[in-house]
């Protein structure tokens, strides 16, 4: 608790919730809270206590502490699995640098203790000489006591950002960048003897850096810190770790500062940051999978969420998708990849039920743009149109006969409608969002 009826949490407890409840240590009745806000990026989730409203008087709230160093004592309190009491499990602080959140697949400062953080811990504080250090949020499996937790600055980025009206996402310099370790590499791209960086490899489409920065430009220092040749500053003054560690507490719209050495010559730039956008998002909360069935073909857009639906996806799912996933980037000609997920076997589909699990190359002779900019063309539809997948897949259908078709599909498989709600053509515009949204 850490204001009157504000409870602090981890934004994977809450994701995709449709009814949440607060039950106090020891006491049998429960409470109705909703969420007040969420940052699935930073893995925090902020609950407000709706009935009864009174709930929490009883309690005095926490206060958020300072960054704790390495050797501090903390302790970890929550309910992991083994019990229904609380649990307080104490260590100290091993470890502070950036890691990758597995709930948002994105690159912040953590710290990393070596008290036991179990399943049922996530959300629960962890306390340092009285004051909350940090949220417990995840723990390296296959090992013994390498538990993380969100850190202060983290914490607070996201509470004076929810109190400002902030967008909950953490931006992205939206670039691909390799370390300069090797002194030739650092020669040919101009920099002369005791000038470090990273080169940037790749700008994104539309992202912080789209316009400003170009490919090979060396950056040498971020938001005033130096950047070294392995990609980390020293953070704090203490901590040497990689250095997008300053977007952690940067918000959308913020600017930050750059110098560059573009040609041989040292040149100061200004971003403004945006959101991060990859070609294949990453996974997503609390609103539905897009889908479309035209003619039993089954479409949807390419999310880090369908490929987990296999097994080891990162072995097991279509190396053309892994592609997209790990290589592909978004293009002013393609934001999204629609794919062709299943066929719905009617007379209208008869021979493509083996092209199923690739992506549309093209709609028509064009290369979709998007799920919407797809599902707006085929509902806009008449006459042949021709569709091609990426393994050279041909499919042909009338779009006059798949108008007709659509009803009888739909009531065959027992699907309620045609598309998600909210795609061009649905019947209801806003799309479904669930309560914790």
Partial sequence: MIGKGLLLT????????????????????????????????????????????????????????????????????????????????????????????????????????????????????????????????????????????????????????????KRPEIPALGITTQNLENPLLRKQLGLGDGQRGVVVLHVDYAGSSDGVLQ??????????????????????????????????????????????????????????????????????????????????????????????????????APKEFLNYYYLGYRTAAQHEVVILTQILADEINIGYSHLYNEAIATLNGKQPLDMVDFVQQLSSAHGVVELTTTSGGMIMLDADEVRKATPRILARYHIPRDRTPGLPGSLESPPLRAAAS
């Fill in 215 to 316: 490919e090979r430009d060396v950056i040498t220092t971020i938001d005033g810190q130096s950047i070294a040749n392995n990609g980390t500053v020293q953070f704090l003054g203490r901590h040497r770790t990689r250095y997008d560690v300053v977007l952690g507490y940067r918000y959308i719209g913020d600017k930050v500062k750059l110098d560059i050495m573009r040609g041989g010559k040292p040149k100061t730039v200004e971003l403004e940051l945006k959101a991060w956008c990859p070609l294949v998002p990453r996974s997503r909360y609390d609103q539905p999978p897009q889908y479309f069935v035209y003619g039993g073909l089954v479409f949807q857009q390419l999310t880090r969420d369908y490929l987990t639906t296999w097994d080891k996806w990162w072995n097991k």
């Fill in 10 to 165: 981890g934004a994977h407890v809450v994701a995709n919730a449709t009814f949440l409840q607060i039950q106090k240590v020891s006491h049998p009745d429960k409470a109705i809270a909703r969420v007040k806000a969420v940052s699935h990026d930073c893995d925090l989730a902020l609950l407000e206590v709706t009935d009864p409203p009174n709930f929490l008087d009883d309690i005095e709230p926490a206060e958020v502490g300072e960054m704790p160093k390495l050797r501090d004592e903390v302790a970890v309190v929550g309910y992991p699995v083994g019990g229904e009491e609380i649990s307080i499990t104490e260590g100290v602080v091993s470890r502070i640098e950036v890691q990758r959140y597995s709930h948002s697949q994105r690159h912040m400062l953590a710290v990393t203790v070596d008290a036991a953080i179990n399943a049922g811990n996530s959300g629960g504080p962890v306390f340092g000489e009285g004051k909350v250090v940090g949220i417990a949020f995840q723990k390296l499996t296959g090992v013994d006591n390498i538990g993380e937790m969100v850190p202060p600055p983290i914490i607070r980025a996201f509470l004076d950002g929810v109190a400002k009206g």
